[in-house]
């Protein structure tokens, strides 16, 4: 616990980190933008509640003015900013890491190699997190998830090797349940990417009734969501990530599904493996960040998530055209030009794979 850690980023993940390894004794400073949710961490400590209660805990808690303050550097910096934030904010914090100390950008995207190019490849460490959390008032962090079933962080080099240091952040992330060290940190996040695409934004264009659909709806909310998972997967395995098995599913499956039957097998498999998250923990139903944004009038995420792969689909010949759709959607939903509904999976409709 002799690690000097930094959250650059307290938001729902970031003050989840914070919490519990402030509750462990490690010595964490809190850094948020958020005015009024870092005042009430100065004056009233940071409250989690999960599935075993509540605890609320001192926290050394920093404006982002008050960081040029700061008379030590940090052994370790969780960066837990939106990816729209990430340059930033690394170049922000990167002044006050350690020679010998390094930053985990545990995000959402693949926002690793921007972190690297500001704070050295050496000194960045890839971290993709898997807790369902959520902020909806300044001070408060609701966990939803249980500290058991898949690993709830998954840490590694950005080399493939698992090292001393990445042994360090999985045995001090164990608080949260299980952890995993991995060889394969870019086949992580692009399984993670897969998830994302598929059900943050989707999420966010529906709206909070997402998880709660039923019959046709559900049916063609499951159909688009293998739709935007195989054209995600053709994208990353054309770049030649290895990706990893993604909701217990391979991502071969994914990439595969062009055909309706191979669609609708694997639309049967992945019904399954969501169907957990349609369960209400603490009183309130699974949303996902991207919702959770809507909900907020904030900007989203989805540039770096279906608009990536976009993107990355241009560059590579591999065509995209539901995450396009997607992106387009969740754009006008940011504009206030449409509503987050569930009728509008009508205008999803003619991309799925007939």
Not at 7 to 15: H, P, Q, R, S, T
Not at 336 to 345: H, I
Request: proline share 6%; charged share 25%.
């Amino acid at each position: 616990m002799t690690d000097r850690v930094a959250i650059m980023g307290v938001g729902a993940v970031g003050a989840a980190i914070g919490a519990y390894l402030i509750r462990e004794g490690y010595d964490v400073t809190l850094i948020d933008q958020w005015a009024a949710h870092v005042d009430v961490m100065k004056t009233r400590g940071l409250t989690m509640t999960d599935l075993d209660g509540e605890f609320t805990v001192g926290a050394k808690a920093l404006h982002l003015h008050e960081v040029s303050n700061l008379r030590h550097k940090f052994d370790i910096i969780y960066l837990a900013v939106k990816s729209y934030d990430t340059r930033w904010s690394t170049y922000l914090i990167e002044p006050y890491l350690k020679p010998t100390g390094f930053v985990l950008p545990a995000q959402n995207s693949l926002n690793d190699e921007i972190v690297a190019s500001i704070v050295g490849f050496t000194r960045t460490v890839g971290c993709v997190p898997g807790i369902s959390v959520g902020i909806y008032e300044p001070g408060h962090v609701i966990r939803t998830d249980p500290p058991t079933g898949p690993p709830r962080f998954i840490v590694g080099e950005l080399t493939g090797l698992v090292t001393p240091r990445v042994r360090r952040v999985v045995e001090a992330l164990k608080v949260f349940g299980p952890i995993e060290a991995t060889t394969n940190i870019w086949g992580v996040r692009w399984a993670k990417l897969v998830v994302n695409c598929m059900m943050n934004a989707l999420s966010g264009i529906v709206g909070p009734s997402f998880l709660e659909l039923e019959g046709e709806e559900r049916e063609t909310v499951n159909l688009v969501m293998v739709t935007i998972g195989g054209e995600v997967a053709r994208v990353g395995s054309v770049l030649g990530v290895v990706i990893q098995p993604v909701l217990g599913i391979p991502a071969t499956e994914f990439a595969e599904a062009m055909t309706k039957e191979r669609v609708m097998t694997l639309k049967v498999k992945l019904q399954e493996s969501i169907r957990p998250l349609s369960e209400k923990r603490l009183g309130a139903p699974e949303r996902p960040s991207l919702l959770q944004d809507i909900l907020k009038g904030r900007r989203t995420e989805v540039d770096f998530l279906n608009g990536l792969v976009v993107k990355k689909g241009k560059e590579v010949g591999i065509p995209t055209p539901m995450n396009q759709t997607i992106l387009d959607l969740t754009k006008e939903i940011e504009e206030g030009k449409t509503q987050p509904r569930p009728e509008n999976l009508e205008r999803i409709k003619p991309y799925l794979v007939r």
